[in-house]
């Protein structure tokens, strides 16, 4: 069943995919219907962070569904609200939408939006929705809410402070090559089936990563405030450039203190891959990087899925990544940039 | 000059972009250069609002200039917390660029986005910058700012109030007609030159449109508060039909007191269209529609541009517009729908 979308219009298309989210948020005045939502941040503040995402250079409707996308387009403005140590409250979705899409196609994007919104308590407020010549573009705003002594920044960190990372690095790459891999195969063969067996883990990864609001409450209730943070999105070399950068000093990180899954591993072997250089230039982790005070190690301990990776050094040392034999190597920031990628 | 976007990267590109732009809201506590901006909106309420243009769709670069786009993207997303009767404050950017553009080109784009945040106090808070695959992506989303006791839904209007609007209607609109013709024109014949004279005012309206905070001004001088509003963004058919449905009232508008400018009006004899359906129907010209109370009257007269075409009935009078021979019509709501349009 594929309904044309210009039955519905413009009006009666956002209509159609927004009636079902419910307010979540108190702050959440008025939301969808006027030409601007109101909230009520009182004596918070307000974050504001947004992404864009495009057809064929963000994302393949080859291998990623319209559900997971969705998913994954909300989530990730999520994250950067919680690297903020704040809290997301309210999303705006603007689409375009190629005359390939169909009602179902959106109400599918709509499903997993919606998915996102109640897993983490998040609020759509309002949106654009128009044609496009080619392709879906997806751009999201994310606002969220904060005291003001509890905002975390990237320029806060000092000689000394420990370095942290959450979760692993590098997986959420590790499924990209896979999918890339049996897309291939796929295309090749019309015989084959994709050889994502025991690997689901590293698909859930790259299709459906988590934002870690988990971890922010419980440094919240550790009574930990970081020093700097920012998730990963680009690769940890890449954010650990802009904390240092921004923070005027330099890093030292380990190696093997560097969290890696044993999945994506294996696969990093079998397909002649380094695992060291993924998990410090893969990107889309949407793991927390964050720097604390020496004085909150005992805290941190007991969190579960935090890291140790390094520390904070003096800005004249730059950023170093020690290897397994001890050698002292500076850390290249490749990053994720989609302007060489043309 | 054509510097190639790669040879920056994108955090080369948006910190080259921004570098000018300076703070001018107090309520801008941290803007560009961490994962979301931060915003003290103390106890006012926060707007937000957000636009999608795409190129094809929305613009068409070959006769509008990249520093007039990047004005007016910016401009109507500022006529849209206007129509709350708030005051924008802070926007974010979100561009996809195919390789077709160069660093210079965003140069333009942004001394458009600049201009207009410098003539309206708007801040410059974040954004999303990467490549497309094909033409340019424009997402902005706009917050604004307004005490709870004076934002203006759409749903406050009452049967007896005033409707009225600001500027003049279907201008936008006679300017894109225009702009088309001379296109088709220039194509076909390499000697021809465009006909733009003594029509400078319609390129203006379409091209360069500003939004009504003037008007917003002064209304709060005066000491009057709408009791519904919308900027006219899709024409006004279709922002009457939107106010009255939200409203659960009817309205009688009169064709002889809609503001047609002469220009347009005469453009429109020349190329045989009915000014009327351009003024109705035609969109993009960013003025203010709104219903008053009938006590409002005497405040509203010394408000220059602005216009009574109206006033708000019963819900089952429905939408209705009266000719000049005093015939009552059913108000069609054409709009704009850019699904229709593929």
Chains 1, 2 share one sequence.
Not at 42 to 68: A, S, W
Not at 168 to 191: F, P, S
Not at 223 to 244: N, Q, Y
Request: aromatic residues 8%.
């Amino acid at each position: 069943m594929a309904t044309q979308i210009s039955t519905l219009g413009e009006f009666g298309l956002i209509k159609h995919l927004t009636k079902d989210f419910q307010a979540q948020q108190a702050s959440t005045q008025k939301a969808i219907g006027d030409d601007a939502a109101v909230l009520n941040f009182g004596n918070k503040r307000t974050l504001v962070t947004t992404d864009l995402l495009l057809e064929g250079i963000h994302f393949n409707l080859e291998y990623v569904p319209l559900k997971h996308l969705g998913y994954k387009a909300a989530v990730v403005n999520f994250s950067d609200i919680y690297a903020m140590n704040g809290k997301p409250t309210q999303i705006t979705v603007s689409l375009g939408i190629s005359q390939r899409f169909s009602v179902e196609d959106m109400e599918q994007l709509y499903a997993g939006i919606k998915l996102a919104c109640e897993r983490y308590g998040v609020d759509l407020v309002g949106g654009d929705t128009c044609a496009s010549m080619t392709g879906l573009t997806i751009s999201i705003t994310c606002l969220g809410e904060a005291y003001d002594s509890d905002i975390v920044y990237r320029n806060g960190a000092q000689v000394n402070d420990l370095i942290c990372v959450t979760g692993n690095l590098g997986t959420a790459y590790m499924g990209l090559q896979l999918l890339e891999r049996e897309r291939i195969v796929m295309n090749t063969d019309e015989n084959a089936t994709p050889a994502f067996e025991g690997r689901e883990y590293l698909l859930e990864r790259q299709l459906k990563p988590e934002a870690r609001k988990d971890i922010i409450e419980q440094l919240h209730k550790a009574g930990i405030k970081p020093t700097a943070m920012m998730d990963i999105s680009d690769g940890l070399s890449s954010e650990l450039k802009h904390i240092c950068s921004q923070s005027g000093v330099g890093c030292a990180i380990y190696e093997d203190k560097l969290p890696i899954d044993y999945q994506a591993a294996a696969l990093a072997e079998e397909m002649n891959l380094n695992i060291v250089t993924c998990a410090l230039n893969g990107g889309e982790d949407y793991e927390l990087l964050f720097t604390c005070k020496l004085d909150d190690y005992e805290k941190l301990v007991p969190i579960e899925d935090v890291y140790l990776i390094g520390h904070i050094t003096k800005v004249e040392h730059g950023l170093n990544i020690v290897g397994r034999n001890g050698e002292e190597l500076p850390l290249q920031a490749q990053g994720w940039n989609a302007f060489d990628a043309q």
